[in-house]
Each structure stands twice: as C-alpha cells, then as structure tokens.
C-alpha cells in the first residue's frame, strides 16, 4: 500500500508531530508497509461480529461523582514547565 | 530454605558465593517474620549486587537507595517493636518506569518525560507498600512499553542476564533482567500483548497477565486502556501467587477494576481438559523445533498426571496480530496526546501554543511511539475508521468467540509463549513488522482480556529459556497455579 508525503504530513499534522524531512520518508514506507500487513484485517469474516464491546465485562463501576481534595495540588504544579504563582502558564490558545 | 530453582545467570559468574539474591519473595519473608534475617541486610545485598553488575545488564534506570533503605530500617524497627509484618516484608521488588511512586521519577523510558516526578502512587504500588514490600528502583522498558526487545528505550539498552548478546525481550525487559540477575526479588510489569509474559520467557522466569480488570491500573501510564494490565514477574510460580493475591482488588481509581476473590486452593489436575490449539503448531506458525519439543514434553507430563490434552482451533487468530496492533495504536493515539509540554515532563517553546505541541512530540517522542501514533492516528482519521478500526474491532470481538467455544473444550490452553528463544540485540530493530510478530502468540489473550501466565520450559542446545505459556478463563488464575505445580512436582 502506498502512502504519499502528503498523506505523511496531513497526518503529522493531526497527531501534532513536527516531523524532519528524514523522518518523512521513513515513515511513508514504514506505514505503507504495516497498513498492507494490517490490511489482511479485511480478509476475517465478521459477519456473526456485532460491533465489538470493550474489554471491560461486565460494564465498568463508575464511583460516586463526590468533590475531594487531592492533596496532590503543589506535587502536579512541580511538573509544571512553566508556572506562576499557582497557575501552570500557558501560550495564547486563541490566535 | 527455599530458593530460586532457576539456572544461574552468568552475571553471577565470579561472585563470592552469597545466598540472599538468591532468596524467592517468600522465603524472604518467612526468614524476616523469624527474625533470621534483616529487612536492611536483604536490601544491602542486592544493592551490592546491582553495583557491581548491574554497569553490564542495564535493567534499572535508577535505584531508590534512600527510600528503600529507609523502608527497610522502618521495616526492622517494626520486627524489633513486636509489631506484625505483611505479606511481603522486606521483599525488594523493581517497578518497570511506566507505574507511579510519590516523589519517585517517572519516566516511562521517554524523554518527553525527562524530569516529570510522580505525585502520587499507583495502586497496585500502594498496595505492596501497605505490605510491607521495598521498592528497590525503577527499570528499563521500551518507550511507552511500545515494543518486545526494550532496545526501544531513549536512555539504554538492557541485556539478557542469561546471554548479554541478546535481548530480555520487552517492553518490561528491565523488569525481567531485574528479576533473572538476582537484583530484586520480584518486579511490577505492564502487559498489553505479552509485554510481561515475552520478556518472562527470554529472561527464563514467571511472568503473570492477571485478567482484564484484576488489578486496578490507576498510576500505570496509559499505553492501550482495554488491554493494559499490571503482571507480576518472579522466580517462582509460588511468588506471583503471592504478589498477584496483595495487588489484586477493585480499586475507585480505576472503573474497570472488579474484586473477584482469588482461590488459593489448588485444583486436582486429574481429569482437567489442556487445549492445545492447533494453528498454533502448524508449519506457518514459526514455532523453533527446540520451543514445539520443550511443549511437547510439558503436554506429556501433564498427561501422566491425569490431565486430558485435546486439540481446539482458534480460526480467527490469524487476524489478532492485525487487530491488535491497529486498536493499540488507535488507543495510543488518543492516550498520548496528553503529554504537549505544558504540564509536565520536557517541554519545546515554538512560537504558537501549536508550534509548542508539535515541536515537543516531535523531539520529545522516539521513532517507535511516533510510528505508532501515526498509525493509530490514520486508522482513526475520516474515510479509514471504517476499515482499519471499526474492522479490528469486529475481529477481535471473533477472537473472543473463538476463546469461548475453545473454554467450552478445554478447561486451560497451553501454547508457547513465543516462537523463538531470545534474539540477538539489534536482530529485529531495522524491521517493525518483524519486532511485532514476536508477540504471536501472546498478542490474543489481551484482546480477549483473559488470565495467562509464562513459566519456564527448559531452555535450547544454546541454554537459552524456552517459556510456555497457560491460559484460562477470565479470574481463573488459581488453574494456572494448579497446573504449574502438577509440573513443577514432577521435576
């Protein structure tokens, strides 16, 4: 299966990877290579398959949806790569 | 005194003769609560141990020196005090770098993560620390446990202890070296299509795949949700009994997690059907002649002592590599879009928060992990779902028909746990595809979510372990341990 550079690129773009040209290539023949191998997914008969559950049998147990301290607050700021006062700083997120 | 009844590994070669890195998890335990031995002097020894060899295995990525020493001392301040002990007293046990442990780095043997500091513990961690359990460091794995040779890690390259010039498969490989070199007495890996079992087999030890929802995974970094699981690996089959009945429980922290009592009574094999599944030992298989005997000889021994070999047939099978990879790519996909350098681990400044995403999954991820979220990202993107997704899905809902009609037959499956002993380091690295079919025979067991083990088997003409693999059905862990036993007693 062939996969062009722009196909490459389109889905860098969606995955929010910066990809060197080096890269680029790599990956075009590599995914070409394993969406022909994965292709033969197409060859099983599903035709008694409903669309398929998750793992998790029987349904998973959701807890009570209840406020809580953590505790955690300054451990998770700490990894923060940029912060102030309490806050972890952001870029604008809005252009 | 029980201990390790595996083959020495060479690292140990030119050591003075000690004993206590040759101690099981339970032996341990049973030497401290009788005051025989110190919690510190298990400790000191495998730190010794670890300094002097572990500069050639590379199995940890960072010892935690001061907290274990000083869990051991509050664990000898306990015994001096009178006070009772856990389940796991002074048992040393590594964690493979994707499971959180408070103020511990954390690293999932990435560099996106270089820096990031766990703030809290995981669950199934907590719960072998409320048993009195010392955690001795944390271990090599591929990256994001994406990967069956750990040499996918972004900081080294681990070594199987048994033979330096191959690998300990992966991705919990330094979990395994850890374990097979003597270094702790038992590790904490994560298995998502055999990252416990495969590594288990090449390192010649146990390596435990608890069903889907056994162990809860709060605090393991999330690779693919519906089929990551928390395993033990030990040298004995009596010491993953031993962690898997302390880290097993329904846990708020995790939704799928349920509490499902586990029987620590062994079943009479006598009568008991082994269903050995015949795609599996086919000439396409792969399977090394060395690996079909070492089976063979296991399906004999079990027949002798009563148990009925029948032949079942998992037609769908063919496909659960495909399945696999194509719904753990998606789920990875979506689980790794957390790390954007903003919030923790090392981040890349562009000019637009944009840039900033994509600048630090870029240079932060390695070439495995950007393989496969690509992958996952394309399977996921309009006008694919349909055929790659929604297609993988469907056949792994076969799969788990075809694993209920086989427990309808049999009452355990017995298979190889890979087709090949442990490859040389640098053999599959140039070559995905090949790296991934490694995994063939483990890779089904997750999409069912069933209960599987690895245990050793003997090893081929150039000493390397051979590892078979049991399966039951979901929360049947006690058969496992049931028919290892029958094995074992017979050696």
Known sequence: ?95 | MSKRRLARPRCWDALKPRTIFMLTAAATVKLIKEKKLKAAAALEERLELIQAKDGTIKAFLEVFQASARARAAAIDAKTAAGKPLGKLAGVTVALKDNLAYAGHRMTCASKILTGYVAPYTATAVQRLLDEDAVIIGRTNMDEFAMGSSTENSAYQTTKNPVNTARVPGGSSGGPAAAVAAGFCAAALGSDTGGSVRQPAAFCGIYGLKPTYGLVSRCGLTAFASSLDQIGPLTTTAEDSQLLLSVIAARDPGDATSRQSPLSEKYADIRGLRVGLPMQYFSARSGVEPAVSDAIEKLTARLASAGAVPVNISLPNCEYAMAAYHIIAACEAASNLGRFDGIRYGAGVKGATLAETYKKTRGQGFGPEVKRRIMLGTYSLSAGYYDAYYLKAQQARAMIRRDFNAAFAAADVILTPTTPTTAFKLGEKLGDPLAMYLSDIFTVPCNLAGLAAISFPAGSDSAGLPIGAQLLAKPFKEDLLFSVIREVERGH
């Open chain 1, 1 to 95: 299966m062939d996969i062009t550079t722009a196909e490459v690129e389109r889905i860098a773009e969606l995955a929010r990877l910066e990809l060197t040209p080096e890269e680029k290539t790599l990956y075009r023949g590599q995914l070409g290579h394993i969406l022909s191998w994965a292709g033969r997914i197409n060859a099983a008969d599903i035709k008694a398959a409903p669309f398929a559950a998750p793992a998790a049998e029987p349904a998973p147990a959701l807890r009570e949806d209840a406020p809580a301290i953590s505790g955690q607050g300054q451990a998770i700021l700490q990894n923060a790569r940029e912060r102030e006062l309490d806050f972890i700083k952001v870029q604008k997120v809005i252009e």
